[in-house]
């Protein structure tokens, strides 16, 4: 579990989009799972749920740089 816990701590928006995207694609498919979709549609949908997940991890990062340059230096 060590490496798998390293890589989180380093890569923390990449490891939140993975866990965010397969979140919602798990929802999309429990609430679209009886409208009858064709196998390109449900491909399409679940490439656009992963790349909002993405967007949406992207904007919440944007706060996390502002945090940043706010810390005062301690010496």
């Known amino acids: 579990m060590g490496p798998v816990k390293s890589w989180i701590s ?3 928006n990449l490891a939140a989009w993975i866990v965010l995207a397969l979140g ?5 498919a429990w609430e679209a799972r009886d409208v009858g979709l064709a196998a390109m549609q449900w491909f399409w949908l679940v490439v656009i749920t992963i790349l909002v997940a993405g967007a949406c991890i992207w ?3 944007w706060g996390d740089e502002d945090e940043e340059e706010e810390k005062p230096e301690q010496s």
């Open 10 to 12: 380093s890569h923390p």
């Open 24 to 28: 919602m694609v798990a929802i999309l």
């Open 59 to 61: 904007i919440i990062s």
